[in-house]
Structures are given as C-alpha cells and as structure tokens.
C-alpha cells in the first residue's frame, strides 16, 4: 500500500531572502522559492530567471570537444562515410536525429543505426562496429551512449577502424575509452561549468561547434526542438543550460515544421498552444520511445527525419499503435509483479525489491519499476529473464539512495551495468539473482536510513488564501518550465474549511472543491485525488497542499488552488526542514548592510564617530578595523572581463580540499553566505571541510574558525577583506588566495596584497561596476536627499514621525533612486542632522526624527561634515577603481 507522506515546509531563509528581494526586486516569497531550489548566489539567481541563451556556455570549454569538431571537419572533407550510433530511448533518438542532419546540412555522407533493444541491447557492440568498418565507414560519432565502451574501443583500434568519437552524458568508469575524442562533461578532467546535459545536450553542444566550425552561427537555434524534446524525456536536471534550451526549446518544438513531429502531435491529441513539459514527458516522449521498447527504434529516428509528411503520419500511427501495446504489458508485469510480492511476504518487505521473470519484456519493465517505486517508497529493480539463461535488469530509486553506486557494490554479481543515481539499468546471470538481490540488500542496510524510507512532500511555505493573487501566479510563472530539479512551487494551509467536494472527471478520479479560509473563497481541483471524496465531509477543517493558478473558463480567468494532497487537522502540520539552515545571528543581526562592501561601511563609521553621531546599531555590530597604512605599489590582478559568471561558479564549485588551504576574498558579508552555501550544496568533496568569516562577527568567532582551518579541520574558507585587516599572519595559513570580488577600495587592497603568493582573480569588468554603485550609495547626490527630506515631511505628524528602514528604501526606488541597502539613509539623516534640519535615533530598524524649523535662510551641503566625507571616500573610490582598470 502507499506510504503516507509526511509534510515538511522548507526553513526560512532570512539573509537571502534579503539579499534577493533588494537585489533582484523580487518578493520575500519569490525569493524563497529561489533559495529553496538551491540558487543562493545572484549570478545563479540572474541565469535562472533570465534564461537568456547568451548564457549558454561556449562549447569549447567541454574537454575532447575541439578536437571532434576537427576530426568531423576533415572527414567531412575528405568525403568519409561517418557513422552516428544512438541508444533506444528519446534522449539517444533525439540525439541521432540531431546529428544526422547537422552534418547532413555540411553536405557530409552520414547514416545512422541504433541498436535492437531485444536482440542485441544497449551501447556499443565489437561485431556491428566491424561490419560497418568493412562496409566503408570510417569515423562512428556515439550519441548518448559510449562511454563505458573500453573493450569495444580497443577492439576497434586494434583492427584498424572506425575512428571512434564518444559523446555522452552516463558517469564514466574510472578507465575512458581510448577513443579519438571522448566528449562528456561529468569527465573528472573536464571543466565544463554544466554537468548535468542531457546525451541530446552534449551532441547539441557537438553540432553547435560544428555548426560554428563551418561558419553557421546561429545555425544551431533550429535544433531545439530536439533537444527540449530529449532532455524532458531523459528526466534531467531542469536548471542550468537545461532550463535555457528547454526554455527556448519549447516554442520551437510547438511550432516545428518537421512533418514527422507534426504527425506525432496529431496522434497523440496536442495542440500547439497547450504545450508543455508534462505533455512533452506523458503524450510525447512515450510513443517515441515505444518503438525502441518493443525493439527497434530505427522507426523513431526516421520519423523525426521525414520530410513527407503521409510517410510521417504513417509512422506516427505505428508508434501510437506500439504504444497502445506497451500499456497493455506494463498492465500484464506490473500485476505479475504485485502478484509476486502478495505471495512472498520475505520479497516485499525488504528495503531493496528485486524481482523477476520470464514473462517480462525488457522494454517496458522501467516503467513498472517507477510505478512500483512510487506506491512503496523503495528502490525496485526488475528482470526480464531470457532463454538463453541472462536476465537485463532496469531499476527506479528514492532520494537518498544511490543506484549507480549500488550496482557498484554489486558489480563482481552482474554482467554489467550503468546509468544514473536515481534510474540505471543492468545485465545478470539468472542463476545469481538471489545472490544478488542478497548484496543489495545488504548495501541497503548499511545506508537506507529510517528518515531515506519515509516519503515527504516538501513545501516550499505555509500561506494562506489571502497570499494568493494573480500577481503570485505571475511571479512564480517565471520560475517555469518545471521537472526535476526545478519541481513546481508547493505551499501549504492550515485550517481550511471544506465548504464542500465531489468527484468530477472520468469514473470521478478528480475532486472539486470550495475553499474557505478566514474570509476568503476560492475553488480547487485535486487531480487524481478522487478517492478522498468519501472520507471528506462538508463543513470540515484539513490541512492543503497546493500550488495556486489561475483557470480559463469560456473566456472567463479565475484564480484556484491545484491540490496535491489532503490531511486531516493535526495530521497536517508542517514541520521545519532545518538540515539547509545556518545559524548566525550576527549576519542577520546586520541586516542590509551585509550588501554594503566592508570597507565602504568602515570608512562611514568612523566619519560617524568622529562627529558624535547616533549610529545605527547593525553599524555598529562591524567590528572589522580599517586602515591605509601600508598600501601595496602594486595594482591588483587584471580582471577577467570575458569570464562568464557561471564559469566563476564552476571554478568555485570544483575547488578540491586536497590542493591546500585556500581562502576566497570577497568584500560584502553577504557573499560568503552565498558562497559557502553553494559549495555546501555543490561541492561534496569540501562540503564539511568549509568556513566563512566576515566583518561583523566577533574577532573570536573569525578567530576560531581560521583556527580550525590551521588545524586541518578546514580546508576552504570565504571571508571579506574587512574580516582578516587584524590578523598580520593570514597570508601564512592559506597556500592559494583567490579574489572572487575585486577589492572594493584601496584598503582592501592593502589587506589582499600583504599575500607574499600569486592572487588569482575570478571578478569581472561587471563586479567593478557594482563597487561604483555602491559608491553612489554611500554619497547621496542632491536630488537623493531632497527626496528623502520630502518624505520626511510628508510623514511627519506635528514635526515628528517613525520610519522603517525597508519603507524609505521602497519609497526611494519607486522614485527611481538605485539603492539596495539603508547606508544612504544613515548618510542622509545625519546630513540633515548637521545642518539643523532634523533630529534623530535609531531604534529597533526605525528611524524616530524631529523635523526643526528651516528659516528662510539656505543651507549649504558643503556645510555638512558627513557630506564632504562621503564624497571623498566616493571620490577616491572611483579613482582607486579607474586606476585598478587601467
């Protein structure tokens, strides 16, 4: 029976929230989301929503991949018959397809073939490749397949041919293949920013290099329907390069002249303007990968490369047919399977359930084993058990368990193996199932935890219906298209009233439903939720989750809630995902400063001081010391100013413990947050080898975690340049120094070069425009504070008023004003202040005032000391900056 799933709400993350909502100008809620999708960095949080495909990487950044183009090119010269050998699946189709007519538009001499499921299995196999070497093909391109290919390359090299070139996206064995090129960027060596491509991915990123190679440069935009087509159906990660070709793939998909996919549209009932990710992974994706299930997906490719459009509709019509039968035997495995675990109580209740049978068809037993994943909450692994005494294998897992490294555990049992964390498929010998399904289940043992086996609904808030707007629905649009990786938003409520429910739909699987909460009304629909229909009672409290949306109507848009499940009062309540938290209250005690290079907030401070000043108390909490003494002759390293910002976090993401100590200088708070979040997320190599220090906190909290990196329990820290100013021997602890941000002044500067090593710069022309704003910040110009001077008066009651903090700031942008953080409004009030305009304190984020008379007489900024202070600190910061450019 299905396991009941416990509800858990994602902690709230108040630092990057903040970060976010003042830099991006998204909301609290927005911001969130984002961060619970493991986007803690603002590069990463522009690339995500932006989705630009100028963001895409250059594809010569994959290793091997130049040098394919070059071996492709002069066989393309030469007139050589080049082979493209693909897999089965959509991902290896789409692939081929890709490829096919990539190099058939350089007017190469290309075919294709992709092995029979059945007869002959997956990857690549010594006597086809022979076969076509002796028929003339002189160069084999693998798609999406390859890269475990050790004794089939060797093979091949040994008797003179083909060349072999291997793109593929599958883990690689420890030993590659001694190919001529092998293109896959989860290579140890390679320094491809994006791991996670779909096989369709990596020959994308082929085609696209040969495309440019011959001088089509934007050639390569044509085939992305393809590649949205592959990577929905390989169930990659949508975000990164992903998220951008889906992105930009899904129109063109929509709208693609290619008959062979306008058939298959017609077939499986899709219009244009309803296409989405789901209807490309549950209408798409299937009948195309039928035809390779129930043996030979040679079909499927020529369908995606007809160009007589009653040709496709025939083939079409094939693979609907094909698809109408694999339904019926994933019916016929899947009830023999359940049937299996009914009769042998021993199978069903271990962690691990590995069943098989002669019955089976190898094609379709993947999906069984995703159905049964789904209704036990356990890894399944299925046979398909043939004649000839071997069994192929296909296996589902759960969160938190391994299959790729299971199998490894495995491997002295099997004939062979391979794929992902979470889907793999296998070969084994009948006669050592048992002992098999035995060493699985002892590798289970010593990693399925209790907490692994409990399925959970993560919730990204708790809400309420009064939240739910269309401007949420509109916001959260942007975080489409959704799949894994990128799951659609998922929220929570308590105490909802149930006005009343019914079944509706076909045999009424669905339920419809009235909502109330406090005042608020609104309809929801649970899809597949039917089966709650007799248990609900009108007038009852439950607890929700849903994702909102807005539903169209015979013309008429409403907003209502998709409900994903239903829980009784109690049952429901959220509990706190606490394990992605990080306490450190004296980051959020500063609280928007931690936007504000350091050294920039120093040098106010001690203007404030010097004046007799009321300091906000987040000021004062900077316990970082500032001095010029002994700055440096030397200028800093040159910029990268063709560093793409996702190169910088695939640099950062790939820092290893074992290369020595390594500090990343950074000059405002809030970027060693982001920072070691990332890594913590990305980098699992350091991930518990990791520090961050900044300047606003206590020297003896700086003190000990560099102690802990003297002492080995470390190996990276991030900190600010205002974090290390009071300890002379920094230089000696770390053995590499890497400038994630450029130094912000001339101060920072001081602290960085006292490094007797090489400093490595990872900043952008882009990062020094950002010092420059912070510049402009930190000196309000005239117009600036005559705006917030009006906003004053205009909220003082009889010359006296209360102000937040996060009230000006809105008040200033709305005006137009280019701020993120208060230390224009602590420039301003203290200005103010000094030309007897105004009294003032700070208290609890509020700024409490007093406006005094004005007189007729006109007060000169000049007058101020705060006001010629922060203009020479903005004025020696810009020179400090064109200095350091130049």
């Known amino acids: 029976m299905n396991k009941t799933r416990r509800w858990l709400v994602k902690k709230t993350e108040p630092v990057l929230q903040l970060i976010f909502v003042r830099k991006l ?105 022979q076969k076509f070497h002796e028929s003339g093909v002189d160069l084999v391109i693998t798609v999406d397949c390859g890269i475990s290919a050790v004794a089939e390359v060797a093979a091949a090299n040994k008797s003179g041919g083909p060349l072999i070139i291997i793109t593929d996206h599958h883990e690689p064995p420890s030993e590659l293949p001694a190919a001529a090129a092998v293109v896959n960027p989860k290579r140890k060596d390679c320094s491809y920013p994006f791991r996670d491509l779909a096989g369709v991915g990596v020959a994308f990123k082929f085609g696209q290099a040969l495309l440019e190679r011959a001088g089509m440069s934007n050639a390569w935009e044509e085939y992305l329907d393809f590649v949205c087509l592959g990577t929905i159906a390989d169930i990659v990660s949508l975000t990164g390069e992903n998220r951008i070709l889906v992105r930009h793939g899904l129109p063109r998909l929509a709208g693609s002249a290619r008959p062979g996919l306008q058939a298959l549209f017609s077939v499986a009932g899709i219009k244009e303007e309803t296409l989405g990710t789901r209807e490309v992974g549950f209408m798409l994706a299937p009948r195309i990968n039928a035809a390779g299930r129930m043996g030979d997906a040679s079909l499927a490719v020529e369908l995606l490369l007809c160009r007589k459009p009653d040709r496709a509709m025939e083939i079409a019509a094939i693979l609907n047919r094909e698809n109408q039968e694999r339904q019926q035997m994933e019916t016929m495995v899947l009830a023999e399977a359940l ?64 299959l790729y490294q299971a199998l490894e555990f495995c491997a002295d049992t099997l004939l062979g193996f391979g794929g992902h964390a979470m889907a793999a498929g296998f070969s084994v010998e009948t006669g050592k199932i048992d002992e098999f399904r035995d060493k699985i289940n002892s590798y289970a043992e010593r990693v399925l935890t209790e907490e692994i086996q409990s399925p959970v609904l993560e919730l990204d808030a708790l809400i309420s219906l009064e939240d739910i707007t269309y401007d949420l629905v509109n916001e959260i649009e942007q975080l489409q298209p959704y799949g894994h990786g990128n799951p659609g938003p998922m929220f929570g409520m308590s105490g909802v009233k149930l006005v009343n ?8 699987a669905h339920l419809k439903m009235l909502l109330r909460q406090s005042n608020k009304v609104m309809d929801g629909i649970g899809f597949n939720l039917g089966k709650f229909a007799g248990e609900l009672a009108a007038g009852k409290d439950v607890s929700v989750a849903f994702t909102p949306s807005v539903n169209s109507w015979q013309g008429r848009q409403t907003l209502q809630v998709e409900v994903r499940d239903l829980q009784k009062p109690g049952t429901g309540v959220a509990e706190n995902l606490d394990h992605r938290s990080l306490q450190d209250d004296s980051m959020r005690l500063a609280d928007d400063l931690v936007l504000v290079p350091e050294s920039l907030a120093g040098a106010l401070k001690n203007i404030l001081i010097s004046q007799s000043h009321n300091i906000p108390p987040e000021l004062k909490m900077l316990k ?32 290893a413990v074992k290369e020595g100590r390594t500090i990343l200088l950074v000059n405002c708070a809030r970027q060693t947050l982001q920072i070691y979040r990332h890594l913590k997320d990305y980098n699992r190599e350091c991930a518990d080898k990791l520090a961050y220090i900044h300047g606003f906190m206590p020297p003896e909290t700086v003190n000990h975690e560099l102690a802990s990196v003297e002492q080995g329990e470390t190996g990276i820290a991030i900190g600010t340049y205002g974090s290390i100013t009071h300890l002379d021997n920094w230089g000696e602890i770390f053995g590499r120094v890497i400038l ?40 309000p110009e005239r117009d600036v504070l005559a705006l917030f001077y009006a906003l004053l008066r205009a909220n003082a009651r009889n010359g006296e008023g209360v102000l937040r903090k996060p ?80």
């Open 25 to 129: 100008g998204v909301s609290p809620l927005m911001a969130q989301l984002l961060v619970n999708r493991g986007i803690y960095t603002l590069e990463a949080a522009r690339d995500f929503l932006e989705t630009s495909m100028q963001r895409l990487h250059p594809p010569a950044l994959m290793k091997d991949l130049t040098a394919a183009v070059e071996i492709t090119i002069k066989a393309l010269q030469q007139g050589n018959k080049i082979l493209i050998y693909g897999d089965y699946d959509v991902d290896g189709v789409t692939s081929t397809a890709l490829l096919v007519e990539i190099i058939r538009r350089l007017e190469g001499n290309v075919d294709y073939y992709i092995p029979h499921r059945i007869a002959e299995g997956y990857g690549l196999h010594t006597g086809v490749l």
């Open 339 to 402: 049937g299996m675990l009914d009769g042998e109580p021993r199978l069903a209740e271990q962690k691990v359930l590995v069943l098989a049978s002669l019955n089976w068809h190898p094609g379709v037993i993947g999906i069984v084993a995703s159905k049964l994943t789904d209704r036990f909450y356990k890894p399944v692994l299925l046979i398909a058990c043939q004649e000839d005494g071997q069994g192929k294998g296909s296996a589902r897992s759960i969160e938190g368990f391994n």
């Open 501 to 508: 429910c019914r079944g509706v739909g076909k045999k009424n």
């Open 624 to 655: 970082a010391l500032f001095s010029a003494d002994a700055v440096p002759a030397t200028e800093p390293p040159q910029c990268g100013s063709e560093l793409h910002s996702a190169g910088r976090t695939g640099i950062i993401s790939r820092l």
């Open 740 to 779: 994630v941000s450029p130094p912000a002044t001339e101060v920072d500067w001081a602290v960085a070069g006292r490094f007797s090593g090489q400093l490595e710069a990872l900043y952008t022309t882009g990062d020094w425009e950002e010092n420059r704003r912070h510049l402009q910040e930190i000196a």
């Open 807 to 886: 009230t000006v700031i809105a008040a200033l942008v709305r005006e137009g004003v280019n701020i993120s953080s208060s230390i224009t409004i602590t420039v301003a009030a203290a200005v103010f202040a000094e030309l007897n305009l105004l009294q003032y304190q700070w208290q609890n984020g509020m700024l409490k005032y007093k406006l005094l008379p004005s007189g007729s007489q006109k007060r000169d900024l000049m007058e101020s000391p705060i006001y010629v202070g922060v203009r020479n600190i903005k004025a020696k910061g810009l020179e400090w900056i064109s200095r350091a450019l130049n």
